[in-house]
């Protein structure tokens, strides 16, 4: 696999008036977020309602977002939870063509970073994918074990959901100096939640990868401000961060599951029939619906005026 580049697409899963996944408005979605051009999809993740799908839906949404893509760019699968769930879901999503695992926290249970790195390599093993492992909540790497799952043959990736900068960089120059000679390297991502808010910051550790939710419902915002933090176009990023990323943000921290609630109302909103979530995450309120679609149109107004 080669190395990922750009803005990271991180789909939503549409659901019915039934409440059954839709495969066609899965390949709607997916299709048009492929056209406006980003640099990875990452199907049946955090914000495609990963803890809500049974196997057989997981299985569905892999591999409806693998034929869409149709190889124009690399379709990574979320997978985790226990250890032979995360293994069956790895084979699945291999045999549906899939380009790689996203290997999300195991459920439940706070482990050592020596049980981490087990984790890993026992998903790891259930096929020849590459493997980004995901370092948040439940999942937090120390510095020896982060450089320890780095050394694993199919571990491609490191996303930091935890955001603690003095923490990443030494985990940085520890997988650094562990692969130093093997001729590997290890790919970092910002995988904080609307990951424009500090992906300044990120860079500033050579950290230029990023996830971005609002790709989901308005690719143009994302692309936007991915142009300008890349050519380091300051006044643009601090345009769109003031004017809709900050707003964004202080909206989706108002409930909890709005990371997820608001991106699939933001889909809603610019005219794509997704459903709602799952329980336990709620719909947003129709206060905050308003709030979101202003919010949009400034967004839009702003990458108008750039």
């Known amino acids: 696999m080669s190395d990922l580049d750009g803005v990271l697409f991180f789909p939503v899963t549409p659901f019915d008036a039934a409440g059954r996944v839709d495969p066609a408005r899965l390949r709607d ?11 990875g999809v990452f199907v049946a ?55 790689g695992l996203l290997l999300l926290p195991p459920y439940l249970v706070t482990a050592p970073g020596a049980g981490l790195v087990a984790y890993t390599r026992a998903v790891a093993g259930a096929s020849e994918l590459p493997v980004i492992v995901y370092h948040r909540t439940n999942a937090r790497f120390d510095i020896e074990s982060a450089a320890a799952v780095a050394k694993l043959p199919t571990v491609v990736g490191f996303k930091d959901g935890v955001g603690d900068l003095d923490l990443l960089g030494r985990i940085i120059v520890a997988v650094r100096q562990a692969l130093a000679g ?20 990120y860079r500033g550790l050579g950290v ?16 936007a401000f991915h142009r ?7 006044k643009t990023v601090q345009r769109l961060t003031d004017g809709f990323f900050a707003p964004f943000v202080a909206l989706r921290d108002t409930v909890p599951g709005y990371a997820v609630s608001l991106v699939k109302a933001g889909v809603r909103l610019r005219g794509m029939e997704v459903g709602g979530v799952r329980p336990p995450l709620v719909d947003p309120s129709p206060d905050h619906l308003a709030t979101l679609e202003k919010l949009i ?5 702003l990458v108008a005026r750039t």
Do not use: W
């Open 29 to 39: 979605h997916v299709s048009h977020g492929v056209s406006a051009g980003p640099g």
């Open 45 to 99: 993740c955090g914000t495609g309602e990963f803890h809500a799908l049974d196997a057989g839906e997981h299985a569905q949404v892999v591999r409806t977002a693998v034929e869409t893509a149709a190889r124009q760019v690399p379709v990574f699968a979320g997978v985790g939870g226990p250890v032979p769930v995360a293994r069956e879901q790895a084979r699945a999503a291999a045999d549906a063509g899939a380009d």
């Open 182 to 201: 093997t001729g590997k390297a290890l790919q970092f991502f910002n995988g904080l939640p609307t990951a424009e808010m500090t992906a300044p910051a």
């Open 208 to 223: 230029r990868l990023y996830s971005s939710a609002v790709f989901c419902f308005a690719p143009e915002i994302s692309l």
């Open 228 to 234: 300008a933090v890349t050519t380091g176009d300051e």
């Open 297 to 301: 149109d400034v967004g839009l107004d």
